[in-house]
């Protein structure tokens, strides 16, 4: 039997490394082998590449160079930033706002701080994920040292008022970190203009290679560090740094800003394409459909279904649904719950997210075998 055609519509999770990004790559594993700090020709060759990829990498979001830190990706960022930031500035207030649709390597790490002393708080979000700012604005005291926003949303693609609610911070005297992670590289992310002073984010979602991210950190912010053994990357990533995936990721960041305005256009085109095609679906429902989302993500829930059943009917489609699976339990997405789903209807949500090679032709297979899917589950449900 022929296996249909496999389609990867799963970019939020990752990209593939693009083929320019690779050939810029590869002379740094067998020939500018050099560890950037050795203090010879062969380091500094090394050393002027990495340097090279910090200014493409700022220039993507309008930053210093001095301002950008190299680490093994957003994860390790979002643990530097936020441990960093709170051991600095101890004795400047331990409250913290955040929201609880933030990703799991934030509301980890504020975890963590919480166990430490701090005291957290989270702002409400309407039914699209949307912050409540007035709700944000009352939980600003005099001891809140920092919030912490994400720019676009992983699950749904919502992308927050970000300039007001660092407009909101400020005024209070408090820093705004947000994870930028997947805004980069889709939409236009000016660091200034936003008012963000600290950032996460990697360079794996803009088809770099994975074990490359980055740590914004502005020039009038000081971290602590809490990792030793060198002071490789402004002192507070020590390590020998990963100069081929640094390469990939600058290259890739120069590439994204170029094709930003020519990217992103296609992909609203294919995305609101599918959309119109799952509306015309019964029980179907876009999720934020009318808010300010990410140009290639679309978050849909299917109404009446059992959400694990359906999935595995997907076949060879990839997409990500709005659960988590540990030690075979499924729960429902805590980005979710958070905007008042019911477990199961979050359950029977998933997400589609596009990316620079995905094509029309295979969205309309996507569709008909979610069309599939819906009706073999919908009339084996009426047997």
Known sequence: MIQPAKIYLDYNATTPVRKEVLEKMLPYFTQNFANPHSDHAFGWDASEALERARKQVANLINSKTSEITF??????????ALLGFAKENRNKGKHIISCKTEHKAILETLNALENDGYEISYVEVNCDGIVDLKHFQSL?????????????????????????????AHQNGSVLM??????VGKIDVDLKALGIDLAIFSSHKIYGPKGAGSLYSSSRIDLTRYMYGGNQENGIRPGTVNVPAI???????????????????????????FEEQLQGLENIQINARDQDRLPNTISFSVHNVEGDAFYRRMNRIAISRGS????????????LTAMGFEKSLA???????????????????????IQTAINSMRKTSLV
Do not use: W
């Open 324 to 335: 988590a699976c540990t030690s075979n339990i499924i729960e429902a997405s805590h980005v």
């Open 347 to 369: 359950l029977a949500t998933y997400r589609v997210s596009l990316g620079k090679t995905t094509t029309q032709q295979e969205l309309n297979l996507a569709f008909e075998n």
């Open 247 to 273: 390469v990939g990721f600058g290259s890739a960041a120069e590439l994204s800003k170029k094709e930003l305005q020519e990217t992103s256009e296609e992909l609203l085109l294919l995305r609101n394409n």
């Open 140 to 168: 600003l005291r005099p001891d809140t040292s920092m919030a912490v926003m994400m720019l676009a949303n992983n699950e749904t693609g919502v992308i927050q008022d970000i300039t007001k609610i660092s407009e909101l």
């Open 71 to 80: 680490t093994s990706g957003a994860t390790e960022a979002a643990n530097l």
């Open 178 to 183: 947000s994870d930028i992670t997947q805004a």
